[in-house]
């Protein structure tokens, strides 16, 4: 049991990661961040969680998950100010909470970047087949519209999709954010336009009643918005992501932390105003739909503009699933780089400078489960490994300020000890506020990472047989 909790050196890995390139700056890993956030979140999620858990007040769940997510990416900003290193959360709690505990993060998120991607697939397939293909009379069979829970085969646009931006990313990082900084433009142009727009078509009677009496559940009452914020969380992933990109980012210790406040600030304007505009629209009853924003629209009377959301939902989808692929390929790579998993994972292509063996594999389990399984099915699974990672990192900064051979001469989260232990303790809470059947589901996916680790990963752990790591 000792040997679980070795600690890896930093200076190990930063030696590993001298083979990727740093090429990103402040601008790039805000678009990479706003990409990530302002996707299937801000698209799709509104519309269910107004329609299921909070009414009119889903705009309040968006601002209190954007707010405890800005203060747990400031934790993420001063970990990866100290150690920018790639694998984000994994490689983190493998330095400062020892390898057992850096596996489980890992297991977790590779768990989140998977079924994000999957997510991400499986709203742009519903926006594309709906308002797309069947808008030019092409209508794919039932059985090429979705996976075999749902009555069909395959959803065929949803692994399409995977694969066009699987090979984006293979391609390198620099084509990766440019397509990125461009996608990003539109999508936001897109979205204030329908805010705009949306704005005039506003009924005051939707909003009544704003936080209706069946959602109003405990604790104190704020259960349906705590519900709603939790699965909110599903949208702001992208933190992660943007720590995973740490070994490639030009001067870290400034540029990490400009990033993730930078998409904070932006995408919590973004979502609140979205929903209100949404559920002032259209009575919050009628949005359980996949594609809220276009049937908004369409229910006041403007189908042209509904083509141009749907324009700014597939482009916003498409850069959500760049990000999330982007940073499950780095999080494999790094899993594949300590030998936890097959070393052929952490190797890298030494054309294009990625790690190649990673972008292949996530992409073909991505692709799988776009292509099976339904969006909320997946939704739900994703968040549980975001908010357990969002509690060790807030809690891991005490321990990191702590240790005297990690020098940390870039950021440093404000209001230490209070902030970090209120971020892990909300973080917390939300896990709790977690439908049931997550949870269990969750459980039983650690409770499989355990089993890896145990049989595979601490027999070839590169910790573990190495003098190279720090005990």
């Not at 509104?46 to 705009?59: I, K, L, N, R």
């Not at 996608?183 to 936080?211: M, T």
């Not at 939704?379 to 940390?408: C, E, M, Q, W």
């Amino acid at each position: 049991m000792s040997n679980f909790f070795k600690k890896v050196s930093i200076d190990t890995y930063l030696k590993s990661d001298a083979r990727l390139v740093r090429s990103l700056n402040a601008r790039d890993l805000i678009a990479l961040g706003i990409g990530a956030v302002i996707g299937t979140g801000i698209f799709i999620l509104p519309g269910h969680e107004a329609a299921d858990h909070s009414g009119p007040a889903v705009a309040v769940a968006f601002l209190l998950a954007a707010v405890v997510s800005g203060i747990v990416g400031m934790a993420y900003a001063e970990f990866s100010s100290a150690m920018p290193v790639a694998g984000s959360a994994y490689s983190f709690g493998s330095i400062i909470y020892g390898e057992i505990v850096g596996w489980i993060l890992g297991w977790s998120l590779l768990l989140e970047y998977f079924l994000a991607v999957s997510a991400e697939a499986t709203g742009f397939a519903s926006y594309f087949n709906d308002n797309i293909l069947n808008s030019f009379g092409f209508n794919l069979p039932k059985s090429l519209q979705a996976g075999p829970l749902q009555g069909g085969i395959i959803n065929l646009s949803a692994v399409l999709i995977t694969l066009i931006v699987a090979f984006i990313i293979y391609q390198g990082a620099n084509l990766s954010k440019r397509v990125e900084n461009i996608a990003v433009i539109i999508k936001v142009s897109i979205i204030i336009l329908f805010i705009i727009i949306g704005i005039f078509y506003i009924k005051a009677d939707n909003y009544i009643p704003f936080y209706p009496k069946k959602f109003q559940t405990a604790p104190f009452g704020i259960g349906g918005i705590s519900t709603a914020a939790a699965t909110a969380f599903f949208a702001f992933i992208g933190f992660d992501a943007l720590a995973s990109n740490s070994a490639e980012t030009i001067k870290p210790e400034k540029n990490v932390v400009r990033g993730i406040l930078g998409t904070v600030l932006i995408s919590v304007v973004l979502y609140v105003a979205f929903s209100l505009v949404l559920t002032g629209m259209v009575n919050y009853k009628k949005l359980g739909v996949d594609d809220p924003a276009a049937y908004a629209l369409k229910s006041v009377g403007l189908h042209s503009f509904n083509k141009i959301i749907t324009l700014g939902a597939l482009i916003g989808i498409f850069t959500a699933m760049l990000t999330m692929l982007l940073g499950g390929s780095r999080l494999l790579y790094a899993l594949g780089r300590d030998h936890l998993l097959p070393p052929v994972m952490g190797k890298v292509d030494k054309v294009r400078e990625v790690p190649d063996n990673a972008i292949i594999i996530a992409t073909i389990v991505a692709a799988f489960f776009a292509g099976l399984v339904p969006l909320f099915e997946l939704a739900a699974l994703i968040n549980a490994g975001t908010l357990l990672a969002f509690t060790l990192i807030s809690f891991g900064i005490i321990p990191l300020r702590k240790r005297k051979d990690i020098v940390n001469k870039g950021f440093k989260m404000p209001l230490y000890p209070v902030l970090p232990i209120l971020a892990g303790i909300f973080s917390l809470y939300f896990i709790f506020m977690l439908p049931i059947l997550t949870k269990i589901m969750v459980t039983l996916w650690l409770i499989v990472g355990l089993l890896v680790y145990i049989f595979y990963g601490v027999k070839h752990s590169k910790l573990q047989n190495q003098e190279s790591y720090k005990k």
